[in-house]
Structure formats: structure tokens, C-alpha cells
T-cell receptor, first 115, second 112 residues
Framework: EAQVTQNPRYLITVTGKKLTVTCSQNMNHEYMSWYRQDPGLGLRQIYYSMNVEVTDKGDVPEGYKVSRKEKRNFPLILESPSPNQTSLYFC??????????????FGQGTRLTVV | KQEVTQIPAALSVPEGENLVLNCSFTDSAIYNLQWFRQDPGKGLTSLLLIQSSQREQTSGRLNASLDKSSGRSTLYIAASQPGDSATYLCAVRRGATNKLIFGTGTLLAVQP
């Protein structure tokens, strides 16, 4: 089954404690990205990757890091989490070709609470 | 800058009604538009994808239309059911970066 898998689904952590949210896709997609969803602000892109070893900032990259060492994995790293990073996070993947039938697939989300 | 707006923000209808959700965008230079469904605390499920060259797409009781020139898309849900209750999001894809720009969604409640 084609899917994007995120882990963990829920996470409560303390300010300053480094954490990683993993994302894996089994569709051989080149393009992967991370979004955060906040009430009243909708979904905003954090980082994206066009392919292995190619990453770039989205709209709200501050406080986050990513890496893309393998095509299927795109972890999101919070080196020193702060309470304003409490949010619902989504990983997404799609074919890397910028064509009209490119469809995005999303993971189930990770609800992060930073206290 | 591309902006995506969804109206209404919330909608409550009795079961069996046909309904229309609206999505508007400011820049018509898009590759495609995708409609998603999000259940509370859950991920996004893709409902329909309309390519920029298409006018509409259908899947079961759902029909999505696209008018690029006016910057509008609608999602039509026929014979609504309580199981359709969810938040519906539209997103446009622009440019070579494959970035999706989302609207803030319409929260739909279908009353039994």
C-alpha cells in the first residue's frame, strides 16, 4: 500500500530537548516536504527536498533542520524545541516532476507539545 | 503572492442535502488544485486532483470544478451523510518546487 509514515504520532517534550520526527515514503517519490498546521494559520511549509541531498527552506524554517540522505526518508529535527513549536506536523511526498497530474500524499501527522 | 481562501469557514447541513464548498486563489498560474479531507486530529486524505487544463473531476458523490481564469474551484458533495463531517481543504500547486499552498479549510458538519 502506498503510504507516508510518520513517527511518533504524539509527542510531549520539554523545552530545549532535541527531538527527531521521522518520515518515510514507499512510493519512490523525489519530492518530500514538512508542514505545520496551527489554528487560524492553516498549513505552512517548513522545509522541502527536491531529491536526495537537496533541501531548501519553506515559509517557516526557523528552529528546524532536515536531512535527506536516502530517497525514502526525510526526518525533521528540532535541535532546541520551544513552546511556540507546539503544533501538528505533516510530512508529504509527491513525484518530483512539476507536471499537472502530480499528486501529494500526506502522513497521518505528529502532534507535538513542547512544555 | 498566492493566497487561497475558503468560504464558508464552517457549514452545518442536515443529512441528504447537496452542498458546495468554495475555494478561491489569487494567482491563476497553477499546475493543479487538490481537495483534501481532514478528520479531527488525523492526516490529510486526498479526495480529488484537478489539473490546470481540466474543468472538473468526479469521484463517487464528489465533483470538483476549476475555473482558472476566475481563480475559483468548487467541491460539490451530493446527498451528504454524517460520515462526510470533516474539514475540507483545498490546495494549489505552483511552480517547479511543487509547493502546495493551502486554504484554511471549511469545517463541515452533517446532522443526522
Amino acid at each position: 500500500e502506498a503510504q507516508v509514515t510518520q513517527n511518533p504520532r504524539y509527542l510531549i517534550t520539554v523545552t530545549g530537548k532535541k527531538l527527531t520526527v521521522t518520515c518515510s515514503q514507499n512510493m519512490n517519490h523525489e519530492y518530500m516536504s514538512w508542514y505545520r498546521q496551527d489554528p487560524g494559520l492553516g498549513l505552512r511549509q517548513i522545509y522541502y527536498s527536491m531529491n536526495v541531498e537537496v533541501t531548501d527552506k519553506g515559509d517557516v524554517p526557523e528552529g528546524y533542520k532536515v536531512s535527506r540522505k536516502e530517497k525514502r526518508n526525510f526526518p525533521l529535527i528540532l535541535e532546541s524545541p520551544s513552546p511556540n513549536q507546539t503544533s501538528l506536523y505533516f510530512c508529504a511526498s509527491s513525484s518530483g516532476q512539476a507536471v499537472m497530474n502530480t499528486e501529494a500524499f500526506f502522513g497521518q501527522g505528529t502532534r507535538l507539545t513542547v512544555v | 503572492k498566492q493566497e487561497v481562501t475558503q468560504i464558508p469557514a464552517a457549514l452545518s447541513v442536515p443529512e441528504g442535502e447537496n452542498l458546495v464548498l468554495n475555494c478561491s486563489f489569487t494567482d491563476s498560474a497553477i499546475y493543479n488544485l487538490q481537495w483534501f479531507r481532514q478528520d479531527p486530529g488525523k492526516g490529510l486524505t486526498s479526495l480529488l486532483l484537478i489539473q490546470s487544463s481540466q474543468r472538473e473531476q468526479t469521484s463517487g458523490r464528489l465533483n470538483a470544478s476549476l475555473d482558472k481564469s476566475s481563480g475559483r474551484s468548487t467541491l460539490y458533495i451530493a446527498a451528504s451523510q454524517p460520515g462526510d463531517s470533516a474539514t475540507y481543504l483545498c490546495a494549489v500547486r505552483r511552480g517547479a518546487t511543487n509547493k502546495l499552498i493551502f486554504g484554511t479549510g471549511t469545517l463541515l458538519a452533517v446532522q443526522p
